[in-house]
């Protein structure tokens, strides 16, 4: 028996490129194969371009006329992160969450968009790295890579350790990741 998924419009977090060398290719490519909105600043354009990757938004501070682009165009406002335009924009239009490849400015609202149940990864490093609040827990494989800089992370049910920013799992088990304030963390790819 085989399955079938059917994805609606805005179903699948956005993608936001913002550096093509953060990752492998091989690593794009896996996050593309979701078939998601493809956003890219337009300094970007003619990279995007030369490696075939069809881009729905384009985003800048001044429109330019050209016929022969097939996508949105999304201004940017002056001086002020690009993350603080394009997170509302996307939740405006019902997107549920947003991958970012590349180095970002820390977005003001992170607070808002998470209450939101608005998911927010990047990729960097060979890790993934997800926004996250309170306490998280997931399982994860003997040998898996954990970090989190601003997270306490151990083992469920064992006496939370200090606080570990790199952790490899010695064994296969339910992780907690435990923090008061908003944090990232990351697992290996």
Same mark, same amino acid.
């Given at each position: 028996?085989?399955?079938?998924?059917?994805?609606?419009?805005?179903?699948?977090?956005?993608?936001?490129?913002?550096?093509?060398?953060?990752?492998?290719?091989?690593?794009?490519?896996?996050?593309?194969?979701?078939?998601?909105?493809?956003?890219?600043?337009?300094? *970007?354009?003619?990279?995007?371009?030369?490696?075939?990757?069809?881009?729905?938004? *384009?985003?800048?501070?001044?429109?330019?006329?050209? +016929?022969?682009?097939?996508?949105?165009?999304?201004?940017?406002?002056?001086?002020?992160?690009?993350?603080?335009? *394009?997170?509302?924009? *996307?939740?405006?239009?019902?997107?549920?969450?947003?991958?970012?490849?590349?180095?970002?400015?820390?977005?003001? $609202?992170?607070?808002?968009?998470?209450?939101? +149940?608005?998911?927010?990864?990047?990729?960097?490093?060979? $890790?993934?790295?997800?926004? +996250?609040?309170?306490?998280?827990?997931?399982?994860?494989?003997?040998?898996?890579?954990?970090? +989190?800089?601003?997270?306490?992370?151990? =083992?469920?049910?064992?006496?939370?350790?200090?606080?570990?920013?790199? $952790?490899?799992?010695?064994?296969?088990?339910?992780?907690?990741?435990?923090?008061?304030?908003? =944090?990232?963390?990351?697992?290996?790819?």
């Amino acid at each position: 028996m085989s399955s079938h998924h059917i994805i609606l419009d805005n179903q699948e977090p956005a993608l936001l490129v913002l550096d093509f060398h953060a990752c492998s290719s091989e690593q794009l490519g896996q996050i593309l194969e979701w078939s998601p909105t493809v956003i890219i600043p337009e300094h *970007l354009f003619p990279e995007a371009q030369m490696k075939g990757i069809k881009i729905d938004i *384009l985003l800048g501070e001044e429109h330019q006329e050209e +016929s022969t682009m097939q996508m949105e165009f999304w201004a940017l406002e002056k001086e002020k992160p690009l993350l603080d335009t *394009l997170l509302p924009k *996307l939740i405006e239009k019902a997107y549920n969450g947003l991958w970012i490849v590349g180095a970002f400015q820390y977005c003001t $609202f992170f607070d808002t968009i998470i209450k939101q +149940s608005f998911q927010i990864y990047r990729v960097s490093d060979g $890790f993934v790295w997800k926004l +996250s609040q309170g306490k998280v827990k997931k399982w994860f494989n003997a040998g898996q890579e954990i970090k +989190s800089p601003q997270a306490t992370i151990y =083992f469920e049910n064992e006496i939370p350790p200090n606080a570990t920013p790199h $952790f490899t799992l010695p064994k296969a088990g339910v992780l907690v990741l435990d923090s008061e304030q908003l =944090f990232w963390w990351a697992e290996k790819l």
